[in-house]
């Protein structure tokens, strides 16, 4: 456990956190007008290793030496120039600062950031932390790695979850959820969609899935899995018959089976390692799904039961109605797609640069 300290007074800027893997999803800007809910769960804090915020510089002004050298493989419309390694927390989890209101940015409902940190210590006055909380964007406080210390507290180690706790006890991403919005005749309201975190964790995964799949098609597990992937790897694909097929591994699972060629394995939430096979099919290519999500896809649930109202006993569960559905094909989240895939050493194929060519130029606009 830490406590995150003001670098220019010392002033404790935190609750006490656990650390954990940053989310897929954010980065991601979901919609319009959306009203997304809070990125990191409560006492935890997440590293971003990449850089995030002006000032910003576009590709021409990028030596292809210096991309590689930060993970780029691929060119991108522009990167940033921000310090790397901002903590993400939380917005309930901040303490002893106070808003810089003139750092808004160019933001309609909230902070989006662009103006740099909006947040200051209470104490000394140092801008220490820039909060998001505008539509479409995942609510969080990114503390400024040269602006605040890490501190441990003493006698607290809490050591990460076991492959079987998660399996166990881990928390289901349900695929379909409600979206809040502002606005309308009536004000805020909401509509049923795919879930924004499982659009985030398709394009993480599709991203993976091109390179494991050598240029040849892919085929996936029938239900959920196929519904959410094969569209899109039929797309970017060549056609013909399937010549690899992916399966679910993990842990609790069944072994697979010789002719697996790609295994999709879920990521510890705590430690972002990818689960790792032992045996005969450790030769398949491992492909990375949010833990949340793949628990879904591995074990689906047929509906959401919701508590009984009216003469009912209160604590009876229902499964009628059932849930709406999303009127609309899947679609992964492109960001996440893009910003997944030219950080992948194979961006550089080819292959792969032609598909972010087709991305650029909206060749595949249907998918995203």
Not at 49 to 65: A, L, N, S, V, Y
């Amino acid at each position: 456990m830490f406590v995150f300290v003001c670098a220019g007074c010392g002033a404790e800027l935190t609750t006490q956190l656990s650390q954990v893997s940053l989310p897929v999803h954010a980065r991601q800007s979901y919609g319009n007008g959306a009203q997304l809910p809070v990125l990191m769960q409560p006492g935890t804090f997440a590293v971003d290793p990449d850089p995030w915020g002006g000032p910003w510089r576009t590709w021409d002004e990028i030596d292809p030496g210096e991309a590689e050298a930060r993970g780029i493989y691929a060119p991108v419309h522009a990167l940033s120039d921000g310090t790397p390694g901002a903590t993400v927390i939380a917005p309930g989890d901040i303490r002893r600062t106070r808003l810089i209101p003139e750092q808004r940015g160019a933001a309609c409902c909230g902070f989006d950031g662009a103006d740099g940190p909006n947040m200051a210590c209470e104490t000394c006055g140092l801008p220490v932390a820039t909060r998001i909380d505008d539509c479409s964007l995942w609510q969080a406080v990114r503390l400024s790695p040269d602006a605040v210390h890490r501190v441990p507290v003493d006698g607290v180690h809490a050591e990460p979850l076991s492959w079987a706790e998660l399996t166990e006890n881990g928390e289901m991403t349900p695929p379909f959820e409600p979206i809040a919005t502002w606005g309308g005749r009536l004000g805020t309201g909401h509509y049923w969609s795919w879930s924004p975190q499982w659009e985030a964790a398709a394009g993480h995964t599709l991203a993976h899935l091109l390179v494991a799949s050598q240029g040849q098609p892919v085929k996936v597990p029938d239900g959920l899995t196929t519904d959410v992937f094969q569209r899109a790897l039929d797309t970017l694909l060549p056609a013909g018959t399937p010549k690899r097929r992916a399966v679910l591994a993990g842990p609790g699972r069944p072994a697979p089976d010789a002719g697996a060629d790609i295994l999709l394995v879920p990521v510890h939430p705590q430690t972002g390692q990818t689960w790792a096979l032992a045996g005969p099919a450790a030769t398949a290519y491992p492909v990375p799904l949010p833990l949340g999500v793949w628990l879904w896809l591995v074990c689906p649930q047929p509906y959401l039961p919701v508590t009984a109202s009216g003469r009912m006993p209160q604590d009876v569960l229902r499964d009628d109605p059932l849930p709406m559905l999303p009127h609309q094909l899947f679609r992964p989240d492109r960001g996440t797609f893009q910003h997944t895939l030219v950080r992948l050493p194979a961006a550089r194929s080819p292959r792969l640069r032609s598909v972010l060519e087709n991305l650029k130029q909206g060749a595949s606009a249907r998918l995203f």
